[in-house]
C-alpha cells in the first residue's frame, strides 16, 4: 500500500537542543526520501533528500538516515534555532506503472524551537 | 528571478461556483502538479501534467479539473461538485528527468462561504 507514517506530530525543543522526526514507509520499491520544510503560509521547500543506495548525508546542520531494512528514515537537525521552527514534512517515492514516480508525504511533524 | 507563482493568495467560493486558481512557473519545468493540504494531513496528489496538452488524475481528482495549454500553466478549477474546497491548494513542478525533486508555489487558501 501507499502510506507514509511520521511521528512526532509536534516536537518543542529549547535553542541548541537536537531535534529528530522519524518516518516509516510502507512500500519496498520506494528509492527517494526528501524532507521538505513549511513555514507558515508559505509552500514546503525541500532541505535534504537522500536516495535508496545511500545510508545517511549530511548538510551542515541537518542529516537524514535511512534503514531499508526496517522501512525508516529520519531528519535529525543539530544546534536548533528559533528560525527552524517550521512545520517538516517527509515523503516517499512510489513508482506507478505508468512510470511516474509519485512522492506519498507524511502528516508533518510542527517543530518548535523556543530561544 | 525563477519560481513558481500562485495566485490568488485567499479565494472565497459560493455555494454551486466554480472557481479557478491559478500557477504559472518560469522554470522551464516540463511537469506540474496540483496537492491539496489540510489541518494535519500530508499533502495529497489532485492531478499532475508531465507534457503540455497532458495531464492525470491524481489520488483525490474528483471534482477538480485542470487544463495544460502551455509550458508555464497549469490552472486548477474547482468546481461545484467538489462538496469540501476548503483547504489550502499547492502547485508545484519539476524537471521531467528528475520529477521527485518538487519545487512548490506558496499556495492559495480556499474558503467556502
Known amino acids: 500500500g501507499e502510506n507514509v507514517e511520521q511521528h512526532p506530530s509536534t516536537l518543542s525543543v529549547q535553542e541548541g537542543d537536537s531535534a529528530v522526526i522519524k518516518c516509516t514507509y510502507s512500500d519496498s520499491a520506494s528509492n527517494y526520501f526528501p524532507w521538505y520544510k513549511q513555514e507558515l503560509g508559505k509552500g514546503p521547500q525541500l532541505i535534504i533528500d537522500i536516495r535508496s543506495n545511500v545510508g545517511e548525508k549530511k548538510d551542515q546542520r541537518i542529516a537524514v538516515t535511512l534503514n531499508k531494512t526496517a522501512k525508516h528514515f529520519s531528519l535529525h537537525i543539530t544546534e536548533t534555532q528559533p528560525e527552524d521552527s517550521a512545520v517538516y514534512f517527509c515523503?516517499?517515492?512510489?513508482?506507478?506503472?505508468?512510470?511516474?514516480?509519485?512522492?506519498?508525504f507524511g502528516t508533518g511533524t510542527r517543530l518548535l524551537v523556543s530561544p | 528571478d525563477g519560481g513558481i507563482t500562485q495566485s490568488p493568495k485567499y479565494l472565497f467560493r459560493k455555494e454551486g461556483q466554480n472557481v479557478t486558481l491559478s500557477c504559472e512557473q518560469n522554470l522551464n519545468h516540463d511537469a506540474m502538479y496540483w496537492y491539496r493540504q489540510d489541518p494535519g494531513q500530508g499533502l495529497r496528489l489532485i492531478y499532475y501534467s508531465q507534457i503540455v496538452n497532458d495531464f492525470q488524475k491524481g489520488d483525490i481528482a474528483e471534482g477538480y479539473s485542470v487544463s495544460r495549454e502551455k509550458k508555464e500553466s497549469f490552472p486548477l478549477t474547482v468546481t461545484s461538485a467538489q462538496k469540501n474546497p476548503t483547504a489550502f491548494y499547492l502547485c508545484?513542478?519539476?524537471?521531467?528527468?528528475?520529477?521527485?525533486?518538487?519545487?512548490f508555489g506558496s499556495g492559495t487558501q480556499l474558503s467556502v462561504l
Open positions: 515523503a516517499a517515492s512510489i513508482r506507478r506503472n505508468t512510470g511516474f514516480q509519485k512522492l506519498v
Open positions: 508545484a513542478s519539476s524537471m521531467a528527468s528528475t520529477n521527485e525533486k518538487l519545487f
